[in-house]
């Protein structure tokens, strides 16, 4: 299954996925996480996300709390709360987690494909043709939003460590976070990009990667955030073995200061790998060091 047959599915659920009946949301509330907020807001050129947040109990560090950032909020905002939550004791629960979703209660949007990619090529790729009627390649304004209307209003809003910043994507998020990290290597103390879409645009990334390379090996770049690659071993959308090899030649880069860590997760698939990769991700961006 190629990531636009999984693209499919997804828009397939979104548009047959039946609501509950007015009846059945009376009998059953819905249920509201503890030491969470959530609300929808702006980005300056008008588009309108749902962002979710979970902090911790008590007064926060003088330095202020890290966060987190997770794309796809709709669907592993909960996952990475809960997880924080239930490790407030330890250093990776003292953080903020903040979700970037959509307003609405399905986990995925189509808006993500235009927020986390690079214009499809003109014309298309094959593989990507079913793809071409959707908007994409705003991810320079998305990454503006991320990185300042709401990073702004996270802070307005919680006392937070603003040198301690961290972003988390997975698939055209985790593509996302790669282009994050070669474009503003400074806006991200730490990047997780799990079963990253390497194969987008018929591998378009790798060019990203070597201007990034260049500019790095040249002293042109300084301080870069710090890079985790997560891969599933029966992934079949993002081949692992692609994203291995990648995370091997950015390892190569860490005499020019940029630190890479690789976890493969043998038993895991291209949807599950987000779950099994919270609590290493928390770790990542969040402990002590």
């Known amino acids: 299954m190629k990531s636009w047959v999984l693209f499919s599915v997804l828009l397939a659920a979104i ?63 909960a996952s990475f709360a809960e997880t924080r939550r239930i490790q407030e004791r330890y250093d990776i629960g003292k953080a903020i987690v903040v979700g970037v979703g959509y307003p609405t209660d399905l986990a995925y949007d189509t808006r993500r494909l235009n927020d986390y990619t690079p214009p499809l090529l003109n014309p298309p790729p094959p593989q990507w043709r079913k793809l071409a009627h959707y908007k994409s390649g705003g991810r320079d304004v998305f990454l503006d939003f991320l990185t300042g209307t709401l990073r702004a209003e996270i802070g307005r809003r919680y006392q937070i460590d603003l040198n301690r910043q961290s972003l988390f994507g997975h698939s055209l998020g985790g593509l996302l976070a790669l282009h994050a990290l070669y474009t503003r290597p400074q806006a991200f103390q730490s990047i997780v990009a799990a079963s990253p879409s390497l194969d987008w645009n018929e591998q378009g990334v790798l060019r990203e990667e070597r201007e990034f390379t260049a ?40 005499i020019y200061g940029l630190r890479t860590r690789f976890r493969r997760y043998e038993e895991e698939g291209h949807m599950s790998v987000p779950a099994r990769a919270v609590t290493d991700t928390l770790r990542f961006v969040f402990e002590a060091r």
């Open 15 to 77: 548009v047959h996925t039946p609501a509950a009946t007015a009846a059945e949301a009376q009998a059953t509330p819905p249920y509201a996480m503890p030491s969470t907020h959530m609300w929808d807001m702006p980005s300056d050129g008008g588009e309108l996300y749902r962002i979710f947040v979970s902090y911790p109990a008590g007064e926060p560090p003088a330095d202020g709390y890290p966060v987190l950032y997770v794309l796809d909020g709709n669907a592993s905002f």
């Open 215 to 254: 500019r790095l090996t040249s002293g042109k770049v300084g301080k870069t955030s710090r890079l985790l690659v997560v891969v599933g071993g029966r992934d079949v959308d993002d081949d692992p073995y692609p994203a291995e090899a990648f995370a091997h030649r950015l390892d190569l880069l860490s």
